[in-house]
């Protein structure tokens, strides 16, 4: 395990199976990680199911924070505004009590909550989710696979300038290869939005030395030969993703191609979120975990910030898109 201590915030409701995979997972995490602590965010009895589970040693590793609301999946985004355990894991991001926090609740409403709980940085309107695909060629970071669903080319820019940075910092990939996914790779191909992306950035310089490679097309997620960062909207983002786990399963699983996490990192907030699919399993609540622990432990929010500092070029920062909280993101994971 990685060195230093992380205090991880965990949604024990959000969920379709919660909160028993929430449970399930989170002593998983605490049991293989002995820098781990927890701050248990829901009702006092799931939470104390959970520590009474653990030795005396590991429950000193867990806290509770009692709460009994929780937006459900079917609601509106803007719901977590005023109540549920999301929004008290802001809370606790936010003042200091806890690192990083997880949940696998409805993802518009983490996205939203994080966005005006923990401040967007300057320049990234749309907050992004980030994940890492393991893919023939190494690990293959897609976003955005569900923070916002409209396919603005500002959007896919400023997007692709987010992946390189995080691809930098949390794979260790040196100049990373950035494409743009769309249906052929011949200059031309794609919808408006894609097309105009596509113009901005094969003119503009990326952060990190990253290089821009074009437009690639669905099979280089999986195999990774022309693309380190693939980047889409959070549409066609969060179809690909549930489309290529579930040819993974099919398959038999993922094995151990790159122990990548399946759970998504939200770029371009003021602090470490990571977010769940809504059908997690305990393991896959115990890798999100375990991926905002890595993140936390990496300073990956501030080393991306940092990497951003010098802002995003002008073209690329042009702005079109709507605020935080509307009907754009609410895609359900």
Known sequence: MEPGTARIAVDLLGGDDAPAVV??????????????????????????????????????????????DAVGMADHPTAARAHGTVRAAVAAVREGAADALVSAGSTGATVTA????????????????????????????????GGTLEPRAATLTRHAVLG?????????????????????????????????????????????????????????????????????DGFTGNVVLKAVEGAYAMAGGTSAAGGVPRAAALLGVGGTVV??????????????????AHLWRRRATDRVA???????????????????????TEVRR
Do not use: N
């Open 23 to 68: 449970v399930d997972g989170a002593l998983r995490a605490i049991r293989v990680d002995p820098h781990l602590h927890l701050l248990l965010v829901g009702p006092p009895e799931v939470a104390d199911e959970l520590i009474g589970a653990l030795d005396p040693a590991q429950r000193a590793r867990v806290m509770v924070r009692p709460v009994r």
């Open 114 to 145: 994080a966005a005006l709980g923990l401040g967007r940085w300057p320049a990234i309107r749309r907050p992004a989710l980030a994940a890492s695909l393991p893919a023939v060629g190494g690990p293959v970071v897609l976003l955005d696979v």
């Open 275 to 292: 977010v769940c699919h809504g059908a997690a399993r305990a393991d896959d609540v115990a890798s999100g975990i375990g991926l905002a």
């Open 164 to 232: 390189a940075a995080y691809a930098t910092v949390a794979h260790a990939v040196e100049a990373p290869r950035v494409g743009l996914l769309s249906v052929g790779t011949e200059a031309g191909k794609g919808d408006r939005p894609r097309r105009h992306a596509d113009s901005l950035l094969a003119v503009e310089a990326l952060p990190c030395g990253a290089r821009y490679v074009g437009l690639v097309e669905g099979y280089d997620v999986t195999l990774g030969g022309r693309a380190d960062v693939v980047v889409t």
């Open 306 to 328: 940092a990497l951003l500092a010098d802002g995003i070029p002008a073209d690329l920062a042009a702005a079109d898109d709507f605020p935080v909280g509307s009907t754009d």
